[in-house]
């Protein structure tokens, strides 16, 4: 397992300031462009959430990679484990949670990890490109039959990706305003919603 410490500056975008920043700032520079999935888990009644702690299984190019992510001072505690294709197949489909580090910090917290389920998947197709010290990416989120467009900046503090999401959105005339509202939660809430009607 390893640890890291995001620290993203993030900001959604219409579909057309998106297409902006594809074209003008991105083009074909871009050093990777691919789809990734995330099946976001948590115990019906947000357990996890109400400790501000989001748990996801993402597959990536035929990886698959448990994450747990905690809040700091300043950006996110990553706790990453690699599954096999047939632990994350269980996890996904029938709630049986994979042993290992994660397993044992969430136990440790008194959760009970047989009550976590996948919630809601979310896919996004991304591109990333190198932008000055950060590393941009640019996200179409599709989930619950919505679709949204995000742009994230990866920095080594906040207020440095701050400043280069200020640069490339004022550069280009795109009025915005940070997002402090994760994808999980987003895809959340928009489930939470669909099961109102």
């Known amino acids: 397992?390893?640890?890291?410490?995001?620290?993203?500056?993030k900001?959604?975008?219409?579909?057309?300031q998106f297409d902006k920043v594809m074209k003008n700032i991105i083009g074909s520079k871009y050093k990777d462009q691919?789809?990734?999935?995330?099946?976001?888990?948590?115990?019906?009644?947000?357990?996890?959430?109400?400790?501000?702690?989001?748990?996801?299984v993402r597959e990536l190019r035929g990886n698959y990679t448990l994450t747990l992510k905690t809040p700091l001072a300043e950006g996110?505690?990553?706790?990453n484990q690699t599954l096999t294709p047939s632990e994350a197949y269980d996890m996904i489909n029938y709630n049986k949670f994979p042993s290992g580090e994660i397993?044992?910090?969430?136990?440790?917290?008194d959760v009970e990890t047989d009550s976590l389920k996948r919630l809601v998947t979310l896919s996004t197709k991304r591109v990333e490109a190198n932008y000055k010290t950060g590393l941009l990416a640019?996200?179409?989120?599709?989930?619950?039959?919505?679709?949204?467009?995000?742009?994230?900046?990866?920095d080594s503090s906040?207020?440095?990706?701050?400043?280069?999401?200020?640069?490339i959105l004022k550069g280009l005339e795109i009025d915005?305003?940070?997002n402090t509202v994760s994808k999980q939660s987003r895809a959340i809430s928009a489930v939470t919603e669909s099961l109102k009607k």
Do not use: W
């Not at 397992?1 to 500056?9: G, Q, R, V």
């Not at 691919?34 to 996801?56: G, V, W």
């Not at 906040?158 to 640069?167: H, P, R, S, T």
């Open 34 to 56: 691919f789809i990734q999935t995330n099946h976001y888990i948590d115990s019906p009644e947000r357990m996890l959430r109400q400790q501000n702690i989001a748990l996801r």
């Open 103 to 109: 397993k044992d910090f969430l136990e440790l917290l």
């Open 11 to 16: 900001v959604l975008l219409t579909k057309d």
């Open 1 to 9: 397992m390893n640890n890291n410490i995001e620290i993203e500056a």
């Open 176 to 178: 915005y305003k940070f």
């Open 138 to 154: 640019l996200d179409e989120n599709t989930y619950c039959g919505k679709v949204d467009y995000e742009l994230e900046m990866e």
């Open 76 to 79: 996110l505690l990553e706790k």
């Open 158 to 167: 906040m207020a440095q990706a701050k400043v280069l999401v200020d640069e």
